[in-house]
């Protein structure tokens, strides 16, 4: 064998849990790689495979050895190691027999302490196979499991039974000892069509040896995109089309080794229920395809991907569509049931379900967000009767059969119940798009009606949840608080209302049920939710940098939507000429005002000044001021800045000619002044002075 090979390694178990299959696969391949580096066996080209029964990683190339490495022992101080003669002493002696040289083999070396003993050797590299047992236990243990396994009789512990291990360098096995198995050249096939063993010849015959004589695909890229094909190819002979959903893909392709896709029927008369109900009960709990027509609507179909290749895919059909078919009349059921009485006549209901012991019931929390929705509403040109109804009855379908059993449905089957009672169609739409954004990527509610409604709920949660002394601590975030500030500012910025955030959160935390509610705790609401706010900007706008955000969130914007126009109007100044010569000027005001007694608000005086230079100053800086008060007022930050970076040259000439902090006391404080009206026109917009941190 030469020095590199190619190295399988493959842990058969019993059917992995689908919804973990790919961390598992990831953290498996990972810690494999990082293990064979840290070892000096220089892997390179790993490639994962994963499937129901089985975890592998195919190294195309590492060391079959490690390198020979030279080391150096350190032995006792020569000074009490040898005599005055330099012959040895007991130390010596002890320091040569531990090493297995005689001492004159020893050698010196010093350091800034003093010279030593010492023994410089090479050490022989080991073997692969010495190491991959223990390498293997370690990546192995480390794997993301929730709920290890035991099983038979051992001791031994993993995410599902272990049945076989496969570990092969080239050609040869390498038989390492895991969890009670033996590891050879013998892997196993899919467990109907490919029960038996499977010999490999080599390393790199894995993948094509079980598609060729396993009826396994063990690539789930590979498999994923086979399934994603079967079923459009399906869909595509019968006229139709499924949405290839992403989750119910990766949930599918950690289900099966050999996909078929195969179409099955359900009883048309269930297409009378709302499509998401069929869709959710196809998807989550059946994991189909559910098939849509031409013109868009649901068909009494699915499409199912069987893990078998059968020459009667109907009797496949069949036995799916007995099963589906308990599951829809059930929700059927459900919904009947739910019908059969309005909507609003299970509000009270809502009272028996605890929010949060201190903060009361789930029917308190929704009378809160009620009076709040009705109180910001006007506000925001919303009618305010339509947005406290909306708040009332946002939680009804929480106590429906239905939303008890497809949680997935909630708000959407409170507005198919609210049509069903004849409310408003914009209030039932509101209720509908309650709960968005619900994650990442969603979209806000459609309407400001929804809108103002989200709003003040997440407000009520936060202010609640701060208030009861839960906030977010490290990762653990049980009340998905981050969700709920995040949420609240993109419905506030992309819905583009424009409102008082402060006030807001007044309003939410004095509506808490506790008693002794912080006396700061709006102001903290207000800085956790533009904390969130800034890890989302940073992320997503690359040309906005942490001192332009901060510059902005100095000045504690009231409105959102303001926050995000003063942030681009200093993202377009950060890139004017004169960008940093005035944030250093503005940070240079501000440690001057900082260590004085001149109040923010001062007013300077034409009488005191002495020298031209301060004059033009006080010219230019009033005529600015004049200019960019209209500005201003249309929120027009661009142009303010635009206006006030025209002040760069007499700043500049200012503290090149004038000494501010001069002796006379009168003339001292009036430049001071005049300088605390330049840093009241940058602060109109942004705290400048930031920005100066970078450079």
Known sequence: MSDRAALLIEVGTEELPPLSLADLSEAFVAGIGAELTELSLAPDGARA????????????????????????????PTRIALDDKGNPGPAAKAFAEKCGVAFDALQRISDKKGEYLSLTREVAGKPIDELLGDALTKVLAGLPVVRPMRWGTGEHEFVRPVHWLTVLLDERPVAVRLYGQTASAVTYGHRFHAPGPLELAHARDYAKRLHDDGYVLADATERRQRIADAVTAVMAERGASTELDDALLDEVNALVEWPVAVVGRFDPEFLRLPPEVLISTLKKHQRYFPVTGTDGALRAEFVTVANVSSTQPEEIARGNERVVTPRLADAAFFYDADTSQALSSRVEKLDAIVFEASLGSIGDKTRRVAALSKSLAPLLGVDPNAAQRVAHLSRADLVTDMVGEFPDLQGIMGRYYALGDNEPADVADAIGDFYRPAFAGDRIPGSALGQVVALCDRADTLAGVFAAGKKPKGNKDPFGLRRAALGLARISIEGELSFSLPALLDAAVAGQPLTDKDS????????????????????????????IFDAVAANRPASLVDFVARLEAVTAFARFDEAEALAAANKRIANLLRKSDVASDAASSAALFELEAEQALHSATATASSDVQPLLEQQSYTEVLQRLAGLREPIDRFFDEVMVMTDDAAVRDNRLALLAEIRRSFLEVADISVLSRAR
């Open 49 to 76: 495979f994963a499937a129901p029964r089985r975890l592998a990683v195919l190294v195309d190339s590492v060391r079959v050895r490690q390198p020979d490495t030279e080391e150096t022992l350190k032995g006792p």
């Open 520 to 547: 700061d705790l709006s102001s903290a609401l207000y800085e956790f939710i533009v904390d969130r706010l800034r890890a989302q900007t940073l992320a997503t706008h690359r040309d906005m940098s942490g001192e």
